[in-house]
């Protein structure tokens, strides 16, 4: 189909189930290239299952998924990143055992390898050791490149999370809840951050904060019971009723 | 890099030390060097998947015995190795095609799981090296035209037997602090993440399987050609028992200031002292390893476990 | 006597034989996590046990009780052994790796390195004849008594308290223990019946496998097949299993005697391959 193929991503009537459970219900999204999708929705609305579920974790039930025109849907985790799909998770999912510097050699040799493919993707220098010293300084962590990731506190193992993904140099970022437990300050930064990866990259962010996620967003998905509830505009979203009914209504 | 520097200071002394050994010991101490040297070689190998990928296999034999039977039965058939070259590119070879049939069954498995299929699958292996008499000899074995006779270790022999070992562990060194290595540490590390950065984790495991069961292959074809006779017992549990046990005694070893690389070659050399020694005095060798295998555990305690 | 059926035959009583040792193994994994690779020992020493009962007491019950006890006692040194290294999977397992190569030793030192032949009494001794066929009375009684005791099995696992336990351990040990499910006192009578049903299966097995230096691990390999093959932790992959192997190995062996391992490399990759958590697995 034509939409496939100009969207960067889409989500084509995705269900999901945990045994009697619908975690998804016949999700649609599209996310046009270089576009800032925010995904919010209250606890267990399904956010992080849609997440894990587009980067190839959990295999999805029913409907289809799109990365770049290419349907992913039984393609595995590996081979979706590969096509240029990258994420963070929620609970930094780092490489423990070894220094910052080591942990991003690892995704910044796979960004080297089959990052940047095709259209765009997060720029960074050709050698594995140069993007390494540039993500460094990007996120802050030249004076921890030789600490071991076990031994640093919070708020770099976040920067970390985020610099890991970076580094494989996708063209679609998923974002997980990346202000959790961070600072006004902190969460400024990072959105900073995103702003210069320019519109190269496709950015989709689930969020709790819904500040940091309407400051971001070009526009805003609102994910209930998952389903879809209401798309648009971060200006539009106070009026949508609905909206409004699942966040304080209850 | 400065490990790395470390390391080859470390190995220049070890091959000056394997140069000089002929002429500080006498000739039956230099084949138990020789023995030493191939065990350190099958450990080494049998590292790569326990410490490196965390899979310790009970069947590591199957590679080392196989590749010890294709150079018994190629020599049964009249066609000579030739020199401990040719016989660890023979062994090599059959280990590695071992490695590529058990690979995919063995690396399925994970836990108690992978225990009981490398297990099981070298087991099958002994029990076909039992009953095909005709390629095998069965319990009988075959008998190597090689290098052990009733002199001892002769010096050419022995240097020829040193060189490879020490050529092929080299390389493992080169290869495994390569971006190869890197790559199999990550996997090591967090699976997950690694696959979500897009490697193919499965691919570099069964890389990594056919790198030690080469290795372990090479190490078996040696052994033909130095103990001049192949039974099924190069093929049974209580050789994959005692090799994983060098390779946990040299993670104790490790955890006690001795080289990451190292360790394994270590644990060779001790288990191979240890068994000579023990030997002498009682038949229980058996019994004294499986005591000291639930020791070596016992001591693994706190800190970070690859396994 | 040595036809087909008579093969078959030997297939089956093979196959009771290692259900009621692979019974054991795969109830031990299903309940504690633990792969019990002294498993194989608990049967031999079983086997010896009861020799040395037959040739002090003559009693071949006697000798199937002390086969049984000295088993039981076993899977209890298993228990506390492993409850040291709690959660770490691939230890338990090497550990009791080292305690089956210990317990192997022992017995040599213990029992000799000559093979042994354990009489198996009068009553059920010799052939009878069955549908025109000679058949050898210890065989049908290996095929009756594991049937009985698989029943039991079942029962056990169907009707008891104990199996009740056991049951909702395999499924879901969290909520088993949220339920009040006392895991260690669990973990301690699993591992003391699967031991038993190895050391009871060492003696029955006696005057049909002979027992010899080395059966430890000949044993231990053919119950790993049938729980590759049946699954882990499910009594009926364990009974399927039996079954196959034991079918196989005996009528294989029969076909093809050099290549009977050939045959099982072959069924287990099969398996490994197509299904690997094996063909009924519950969990």
């Given at each position: 189909m034509v939409?496939?193929?100009?969207?960067?991503l889409?989500?084509?009537?995705?269900?999901?189930?945990?045994?009697?459970?619908?975690a998804l219900?016949?999700?649609?999204?599209?996310v046009?290239?270089?576009?800032?999708?925010?995904?919010?929705?209250?606890?267990?609305?399904?956010?992080?299952?849609l997440?894990?579920?587009?980067s190839?974790l959990?295999?999805?039930?029913?409907?289809?998924?799109?990365?770049k025109g290419?349907?992913?849907s039984?393609?595995s985790?590996a081979?979706r990143?590969?096509?240029?799909l990258?994420?963070t998770f929620?609970?930094?999912?780092?490489?423990?055992?070894?220094s910052?510097?080591a942990?991003?050699?690892l995704?910044?040799e796979?960004?080297?390898?089959w990052?940047g493919?095709g259209?765009?993707g997060?720029?960074?220098?050709?050698?594995?050791t140069?993007?390494?010293?540039?993500l460094?300084?990007?996120?802050?962590?030249?004076?921890?490149?030789h600490n071991?990731?076990?031994?640093l506190?919070?708020?770099k193992v976040?920067?970390l999370?985020v610099?890991?993904?970076?580094?494989?140099?996708?063209?679609?970022?998923l974002?997980?809840?990346?202000t959790a437990g961070?600072s006004?300050?902190?969460?400024?930064e990072?959105?900073?951050?995103i702003?210069?990866?320019?519109r190269s990259?496709?950015?989709?962010v689930v969020?709790h904060?819904?500040?940091?996620?309407?400051?971001?967003?070009?526009?805003v998905?609102?994910?209930?019971?998952?389903?879809?509830?209401?798309?648009?505009?971060?200006?539009?979203i106070?009026?949508?009723s609905?909206?409004?009914?699942?966040?304080?209504?209850? | 890099?400065?490990?790395?520097?470390?390391?080859?200071?470390?190995?220049?002394a070890?091959?000056v030390?394997?140069l000089?050994?002929?002429f500080?010991?006498?000739s039956?101490?230099?084949?138990l060097?020789?023995?030493?040297?191939?065990m350190?070689l099958?450990?080494?190998?049998?590292?790569?998947?326990?410490?490196?990928?965390g899979?310790?296999?009970?069947?590591?034999?199957?590679?080392?015995g196989?590749?010890?039977y294709?150079v018994g039965?190629?020599?049964r058939?009249?066609?000579?190795?030739?020199?401990a070259?040719?016989?660890?590119?023979?062994?090599?070879?059959?280990?590695l095609?071992?490695?590529l049939?058990?690979?995919?069954?063995a690396l399925?498995?994970r836990?108690?799981?992978?225990l009981?299929a490398?297990?099981a699958?070298?087991?099958?292996l002994?029990?076909?090296?039992?009953?095909?008499?005709?390629?095998?000899g069965?319990e009988?074995?075959?008998v190597?035209?090689g290098w052990?006779?009733?002199?001892?270790?002769s010096t050419?022999?022995y240097?020829e037997?040193a060189?490879?070992?020490?050529?092929v562990?080299v390389?493992?060194?080169?290869?495994?602090?390569?971006?190869?290595?890197?790559?199999?540490?990550?996997?090591?590390e967090n699976?997950t993440r690694?696959?979500?950065?897009?490697?193919?984790?499965?691919?570099y495991?069964?890389?990594?399987?056919?790198?030690?069961?080469a290795?372990?292959?090479?190490?078996?074809?040696?052994?033909a050609?130095?103990?001049g006779?192949?039974?099924?017992?190069?093929l049974?549990?209580?050789t994959?028992?005692?090799?994983?046990?060098?390779v946990?005694?040299?993670?104790?070893?490790?955890?006690?200031?001795?080289?990451q690389?190292?360790?394994?070659?270590?644990?060779?050399l001790v288990v191979?002292?240890?068994k000579?020694?023990?030997?002498?005095?009682?038949?229980?060798?058996?019994?004294?390893m499986?005591?000291?295998f639930?020791g070596?555990l016992?001591?693994?305690?706190?800190?970070?476990?690859?396994w | 006597?040595?036809?087909?059926?008579?093969?078959?035959l030997?297939?089956?009583a093979?196959?009771?034989?290692?259900?009621?040792v692979a019974?054991?193994?795969?109830?031990?994994?299903?309940?504690m996590?633990?792969?019990?690779?002294?498993?194989?020992?608990?049967?031999m020493?079983?086997?010896?046990?009861?020799?040395?009962v037959t040739?002090?007491?003559g009693s071949?019950?006697a000798?199937?009780?002390?086969?049984?006890?000295?088993?039981?006692v076993?899977g209890?040194?298993?228990?506390?052994?492993?409850?040291?290294?709690?959660?770490?999977?691939?230890?338990?397992?090497?550990?009791?790796?080292?305690l089956?190569?210990?317990?192997?030793?022992?017995s040599?030192?213990?029992?000799?390195?000559?093979?042994l032949?354990?009489?198996a009494p009068q009553?059920?001794?010799?052939?009878?004849?069955?549908?025109?066929l000679?058949?050898?009375r210890?065989r049908?009684f290996?095929?009756?008594?594991g049937?009985?005791?698989?029943?039991?099995?079942?029962?056990?696992?169907e009707?008891s308290r104990?199996?009740?336990e056991?049951?909702?351990?395999?499924?879901?040990?969290?909520?088993?223990?949220a339920l009040?499910?006392?895991?260690?006192g669990?973990?301690?009578?699993?591992?003391?019946?699967g031991?038993?049903?190895?050391?009871l299966?060492?003696?029955?097995?006696?005057p049909?496998?002979?027992?010899?230096r080395?059966?430890?691990?000949?044993?231990l390999?053919?119950?790993f097949?049938?729980?590759?093959?049946?699954?882990l932790?499910?009594?009926?992959?364990?009974?399927?299993?039996?079954l196959?192997?034991?079918?196989?190995?005996?009528v294989?062996?029969?076909v093809?005697?050099?290549?009977?391992?050939?045959?099982l490399?072959g069924?287990?990759a099969l398996?490994?391959?197509?299904?690997?958590t094996?063909?009924?697995r519950?969990?």
């Open positions: 939409r496939e193929r100009d969207q960067a889409v989500v084509d009537n995705v269900t999901k189930r945990f045994g009697g459970v619908v219900q016949r999700v649609v999204l599209e046009a290239p270089g576009e800032r999708r925010a995904i919010v929705g209250p606890n267990g609305a399904g956010k992080t299952t997440l894990n579920v587009l190839g959990i295999r999805h039930d029913e409907g289809r998924i799109y990365v290419v349907d992913v039984a393609l985790a081979r990143s590969r096509l240029g990258g994420r929620q609970v930094p999912n780092v490489f423990a055992g070894l910052v510097e942990n991003l050699w995704a910044a796979a960004g080297r390898r990052g493919r259209n765009g997060v720029v960074l220098r050709g050698t594995a140069g993007s390494v010293a540039e460094l300084q990007m996120c802050g962590l030249e004076d921890v490149r071991v990731t076990a031994f506190p919070y708020g976040r920067r999370e610099a890991l993904a970076l580094a494989a140099r996708p063209s679609i970022l974002l997980d809840e990346p961070l006004e300050a902190e969460s400024e990072l959105l900073e951050l702003r210069k990866l320019g990259v496709t950015v989709v969020e904060n819904m500040e940091f996620a309407l400051k971001l967003a070009d526009r998905s609102v994910l209930h019971q998952g389903r879809v509830l209401w798309e648009g505009k971060p200006s539009e106070t009026n949508a609905e909206v409004v009914q699942v966040y304080f209504g209850e | 890099m400065r490990g790395r520097w470390g390391q080859a200071i470390g190995g220049l070890v091959a030390a394997l000089l050994a002929p500080v010991l006498s039956y101490y230099l084949g060097l020789a023995t030493a040297l191939i350190a099958f450990a080494k190998s049998l590292s790569v998947l326990v410490q490196w990928l899979l310790p296999s009970l069947g590591h034999a199957a590679h080392f196989v590749g010890a294709a039965i190629l020599g058939l009249g066609w000579s190795v030739g020199g070259g040719g016989a660890a590119s023979v062994g090599g070879v059959a280990g095609c071992v490695a049939l058990l690979g995919p069954l399925r498995a836990g108690g799981y992978f009981l490398t297990l699958l070298a087991q099958v002994w029990g076909i090296a039992m009953k095909w008499i005709a390629l095998t069965g009988h074995g075959l190597v035209v052990a006779g009733s002199g001892g270790q050419g022999t240097y037997m060189g490879v070992v020490f050529g562990t390389g493992l060194w080169w290869l495994l602090g390569s971006d190869f290595g890197r790559v199999l540490v990550g996997i090591r699976e690694m696959a979500v950065l897009g490697w193919n984790v499965e691919g495991r069964y890389a990594a399987f056919l790198l030690a069961g290795g372990a292959g090479v190490a078996g074809g040696l052994h050609l130095h103990n006779f192949v039974s099924p017992s190069e049974s549990i209580a994959s028992a005692e090799v994983l046990f060098m946990l005694l040299g993670e104790q070893l490790a955890a006690r200031g001795v080289g690389f190292a360790s394994p070659l270590l644990g060779a191979v002292l240890l000579h020694v023990v030997s002498s005095y009682t038949e229980r060798w058996q019994m004294v499986g005591l000291a639930m070596v016992a001591l693994r305690g706190g800190g970070r476990k690859r | 006597m040595e036809t087909w059926a008579g093969q078959v030997n297939g089956f093979f196959g009771m034989l290692l259900f009621l019974g054991g193994l795969s109830l031990v994994y299903g309940v996590r633990v792969v019990n690779m002294a498993h194989g020992a608990c049967y020493v079983g086997g010896f046990v009861g020799w040395s040739e002090a007491t071949f019950g000798a199937l009780i002390g086969g049984a006890a000295v088993g039981g076993l209890w040194a298993v228990e506390r052994l492993t409850s040291l290294f709690r959660g770490q999977e691939l230890v338990q397992a090497l550990v009791t790796f080292g089956g190569l210990g317990l192997s030793d022992l040599l030192v213990i029992w000799g390195g000559r093979p032949i354990l009489e009553l059920l001794s010799g052939s009878v004849e069955l549908l025109g000679r058949v050898a210890y049908l290996l095929i009756g008594a049937v009985v005791l698989g029943a039991g099995l079942w029962w056990l696992l009707r104990l199996g009740a056991i049951r909702a351990a395999v499924d879901n040990a969290e909520v088993a223990w009040g499910v006392d895991a260690p669990l973990y301690r009578r699993v591992a003391i019946v031991g038993a049903l190895a050391g299966a060492g003696v029955l097995g006696g049909f496998l002979g027992i010899y080395g059966l430890d691990m000949d044993i390999l053919l119950s097949a049938v729980v590759i093959i049946g699954g932790g499910s009594l009926e992959g364990t009974w399927l299993g039996s196959l192997v034991g079918l196989t190995h005996s294989g062996g029969y093809w005697p050099e290549g009977s391992y050939v045959i490399f069924i287990m398996v490994v391959v197509l299904k690997p094996g063909l009924l519950r969990m």
